[in-house]
């Protein structure tokens, strides 16, 4: 199994940007995707972007364009870039991983866009 811990949150203006990161330990070289979900108060948690372990990036409407997802395989790291954020992008965002099959997930990391 897999351990997932975020970093990176914090508060930033309109038009700023964060760049997260998501440090996996155990055994990393049995997780496929890495992705990143966000959960603003009051709402459900929602797909940001996932990295499959073999290139792939998807990535939800909300972020396409100005969100950038990357993984480090060999050494179990993702991250997330966020550029031009807004304050509807204000959320806890969470590090996920599939492994073999089984969701993991870190505790989150609070990204406020505020003025």
């Known amino acids: 199994q897999v351990q997932l811990g975020e970093s990176g949150g914090g508060l930033v203006q309109p038009g700023g940007s964060l760049r997260l990161s998501c440090a996996a330990s155990?055994?990393?070289?049995?997780?496929?995707?890495m992705g990143w979900y966000r959960q603003a108060p009051g709402k459900e948690r929602e797909l940001v972007a996932v990295?499959?372990?073999?290139?792939?990036?998807n990535y939800a409407d909300s972020g396409k364009g100005r969100f950038t997802i990357s993984r480090d395989n060999a050494n179990g790291k993702g991250y997330l870039q966020m550029n031009s954020l807004q304050p509807a992008d204000t959320a806890v965002y969470y590090c996920?991983?599939?492994?073999?099959?089984?969701?993991?997930w870190g505790k989150g990391t609070l990204v406020t866009v505020s003025s």
């Open positions: 996920n991983a599939t492994w073999y099959g089984v969701n993991y």
């Open positions: 155990g055994s990393i070289f049995g997780i496929n995707d």
């Open positions: 990295a499959t372990r073999g290139g792939s990036r």
